[in-house]
């Protein structure tokens, strides 16, 4: 059956039925897509998602609320540290919980190298599949560089499982500071040369503008939020609208694109590394005295030589390991601005151990339904394209 | 946020009186229940109303409360006013039996998926969805598997026989 927002296909013409994926070298995931096709023009795209759905709304209603995080890593694997803080961040909301400052510093720290993280994937991905291999090539290894902060803060590079429920698991090492620091002096060298490289490439600009483009009204009504909402004009930011994670103390722009094409996405982030390098810059600067958690006994881990010398830790350990954490009961929706978009937790609890319910807003799940209007009437090689630069996630769109 | 709630709650008495079953506040969030076969007309006057202006979908979830007799099923919206920047939370529950709910595509092709998706877990017939098929389970699948009632495990199985760990 045909969708509505798709042209009617004409009686007396053959079509070609087409299938990309779902394995294709160039879509970055598992994803199918029947295209019907009039020689290279597509002419009506179904899209078939699911190939790697894993139940974890279903998971999550089994699980004590600690051992939920690792499942959000496995969302959007790009960018996990804003998976698990924003997991973290419903908690705390329904446990009524104040994390101190300097805990919510090294969040954004954090939450913001993940940003960059995933939008430098992103972006050397859309030069890659427009033939520029070199930027994918050589601006990847700063990926690298923050998987090593990530590995010296958490142990882990990819699904990193970071900050617990109350703060962060410990305090940045004197390693981590320094990777930071050199990082934090590397990447703008990088990132400039990157944009040369790519920016004002005039084939890449033939190649991506107005390619897969979408207007601000239909990427709204069809619930696009992150960079690629930004990209159609409209400057929708969850840290700007609903500041978490003390946001509100720092000062960045939100980058606005006007066509919502495939080069406006790519502007659009390439954008928001350099306010994540800002926002970095700032939170190292100003990086409050104090602790790394706020003090939840209930739900915090306490150190090992408690655990071995004083019976309340012990008491504690034992229950938090075991999840058996008394948890009041509500509902609390929590969102924060995910590598791709809004990314949201709706989480009603019964005061059991275990959420009576979990759900989850993800943003590529909602925006990849406006996939089959934003490639039809196009061509085949700019579906491509328009699927890199919306930064479709497989793990994120199925969860 | 209590003074939204109010706003909210007074535009909609004075629009669906009987209506709106019931207003409060769940944490930072407006929450609405409203009756089921006035879903459509409350969201729609949600989103139109030029002093409302909830016209942003963040998000519509399904819910099953099997202990909760005579209202077993929910349907949550999550509504977004992007320029004064408000949420609220409409929500409808209905019986076991009577799992038809009009669609919300109409109002946003968003919307569309999120429906899918909540067909597809909890056997919510949204009527009037141009297109309402499974989308991330098997096209085979013969039950709903977010229920309450079905465990996490398929019963079947008998390749893990760990007694040890009380499975």
Redesign the interface.
Known sequence: MALPNQIPLSPDKEYNTLNLGPTHPATHGIFQNVLKMDGEIIVHAEPTIGYIHRAFEKIAEHKPYNQIAPLTDRMNYCSSPINNMGWHMTVEKLIGCQVPKRAEYLRVIIMELARISDHIICTTIIGQDTGATTGFLYFFQMREKIYEIYEEVCGARLTTNIGRIGGMERDFSETAWNKLHKFMEEFPVYLKEFQALIERNRIFMDRTINCGPISGERALAYGFTGPNLRAAGVDYDVRVASPYCSYQDFEFDIPVGTNGDTYDRFMVRIQEMWESIRIIRQAIDKMPAGDFHAEVPEFYLPDKEDVYSKMEALIYHFKIVMGEMDVPKGEVYHSVEGGNGELGFYLISDGNRSPFRLHFRRPCFIYYQAFPEMITNGLLSDAILTMSSLNVIAGELDA | MTDLLHHVSEKLKGKFSEGLLKAEM??D?P?FIVEKKIIIDVLTYLKNDPDLDF?????L?G?H?PENKGAELGV?Y?LHN?KK?Q?I?VKIFMPDGDTKVPTATVL???A???ER?EYD?FGFEFTGH??LRR????DEMNYF??RKEYP?EDGSRDDKNDKMFGR
């Open positions: 769940h944490y969030f929450v016209n942003f979908l963040t998000t979830c819910l409360m949550v999550h992007l920047n949420r939370r946003w092709p968003a569309d998926w999120m998706q877990f141009p297109d989308i991330l389970n098997m598997p977010m996490l």
